[in-house]
């Protein structure tokens, strides 16, 4: 990659992580992304997914490979002092001022997008690359259909056709010039979920017996829930059923007839995932039998787990080899985060490959912290891998 086209993606890169935006709200930045696109010459299409935009670059006949990048930030505050911070805030629907960053590197995965764009443009090859700058990869936020950017993206139809996709994430704990994957299951099924538990007031001393108590009721839930996976399932599997918020009650002699818990649940496997989603309904359903409380439960995030492809990695490795050198191309192990590009490996074979981009620091935090910095020299690889991915990928 020449110097001004690294520039130029350093550039665009940081003029995205000073203006972020949350999931579909992403506006400025595709208008950003179709603006460079229209320097490149590539065709593309608008609010795909509602905020997202497709590229198509079309050299003859052949097939079609998929090269995706996620747009949205975090609901977090910056705390780094660079000259590029973000200081943006969004206003939610309270009228409260939330702060924005780009703490995921969905920045940086933009700019590499669009610099595999810039490489293919000028590239020899038969078929077509369809560039897709997903929005609201991190939550599913006011979507009516509860459903995240990458799920809309496939139900849409934008992998119809297509032989193979890939994608990329920043990884702000491995060094710069290293790759890391994980064959098959590589990330885990997500839920976030909501139960409600609806009781009957009533004075807590004088006349308990005439409520139901949510709060009492709320609790046995959160017990019986969480005994779920030592005891129902095979104990080498992967997986977390954690809650993490709890509100309810109105005085402290009045018994409480409404409790709201969240929580998520996390699983390697899908169907272990589906197993304890159907056990804790038994649950739910039971305890409201038992008390005389209605209790409902909501998920307003369901993500499959992530299927990385051994044949597309095989078909990668002298690509990987070229790029990073046989010695920096790291095996990991699976982990309990999630992502929305299983949607798309649920459809087509894919590969999802995190890239090292560890600061200088002494000091360097993970994904979605305040501090989080992404060592921009990682852009270069990431383009190159994306481009050259898609020229092997069309030839194999």
Same mark, same amino acid.
């Given at each position: ?23 579909? !709200? ?7 992304? @179709?603006?460079?696109? &229209? ?24 097939? @079609?490979?998929? +090269?995706?990048?996620?747009?949205d930030a975090l609901p977090i505050k910056e705390e780094n002092d660079f000259s590029f911070k973000s200081t943006k805030k969004m206003k939610a629907a309270s009228g409260v001022e939330i702060p ?25 090859? *038969?078929?077509?690359? *369809? ?15 509860? *459903?995240? =950017? ?59 017996? %005439? ?8 609790? !046995? ?9 030592? *005891? ?13 918020? $709890? ?9 409480a007839d409404n409790v709201l818990i969240e929580g998520t649940i996390r699983a390697l496997d899908l169907n272990v995932f589906n197993e304890v989603k159907a056990r804790m309904e038994k649950v $739910?359903? =039971? ?13 307003? +995030? ?19 080899? &070229? ?11 699976? $982990?309990?985060?999630?992502e929305d590009f299983a949607f798309y490996t649920r459809k087509v074979p894919s590969m999802f490959y995190f890239l090292g981009a560890q600061d200088v620091a002494e000091q360097c935090y993970f ?10 020299? @990682?852009?270069?690889? =990431? ?9 092997? %990928?069309?030839?194999?």
């Amino acid at each position: 990659m020449n110097k001004e086209l690294v520039e130029n993606l350093v550039r665009i890169r940081r003029q995205i992580h000073a203006n972020p935006e949350i999931g579909y !709200q992403e506006t400025e930045t595709a208008a950003l992304v @179709c603006k460079e696109l &229209d320097k490149l010459g590539i065709p593309y299409r608008e609010h795909i997914a509602k905020t997202g935009v497709v590229g198509l670059l079309k050299k003859g006949e052949g097939p @079609c490979i998929v +090269l995706r990048a996620d747009m949205d930030a975090l609901p977090i505050k910056e705390e780094n002092d660079f000259s590029f911070k973000s200081t943006k805030k969004m206003k939610a629907a309270s009228g409260v001022e939330i702060p924005l960053m780009h703490a995921c590197g969905h920045d940086v995965h933009t700019a590499m997008l669009l610099g595999a764009a810039a490489l293919l443009k000028d590239s020899d090859f *038969k078929g077509s690359v *369809k560039f897709i700058f997903q929005p609201s990869e991190e939550d599913v936020y006011d979507d009516p259909e509860h *459903k995240s =950017g990458g799920q809309h993206i496939v139900e849409a139809g934008e992998l119809e056709n297509v032989k193979a996709a890939l994608a990329l994430h920043v990884h702000p704990l491995l060094p710069v010039g290293k790759v890391a994957y994980k064959l098959g299951q590589a990330l885990a099924c997500s839920g976030y979920f909501k139960i409600e538990v609806k009781g009957k007031m009533a004075h807590a001393a004088i006349a308990p017996h %005439l409520g139901i108590d949510a709060v009492l009721i709320a609790s !046995q839930l959160i017990q019986t829930i969480s005994a779920l996976v030592p *005891k129902y399932i095979f104990p080498s599997e992967a997986i977390v059923i954690a809650f993490t918020k $709890i509100h309810g009650g109105v005085a402290p002699n009045v018994i409480a007839d409404n409790v709201l818990i969240e929580g998520t649940i996390r699983a390697l496997d899908l169907n272990v995932f589906n197993e304890v989603k159907a056990r804790m309904e038994k649950v $739910i359903q =039971g305890t409201a039998l038992a008390s005389g409380a209605t209790i409902s439960i909501d998920y307003n +995030l369901n993500y499959p787990s992530l299927l990385n492809d051994k044949n597309v990695h095989n078909d990668l490795s002298g690509v990987l080899s &070229d790029v990073f050198g046989a010695g920096n191309i790291v095996p990991v192990d699976a $982990i309990l985060g999630s992502e929305d590009f299983a949607f798309y490996t649920r459809k087509v074979p894919s590969m999802f490959y995190f890239l090292g981009a560890q600061d200088v620091a002494e000091q360097c935090y993970f994904l979605h912290h305040p501090k989080v910095v992404f060592n921009e020299v @990682c852009i270069p690889y =990431g383009s190159k891998l994306l481009a050259e991915g898609a020229l092997k %990928l069309l030839k194999e």
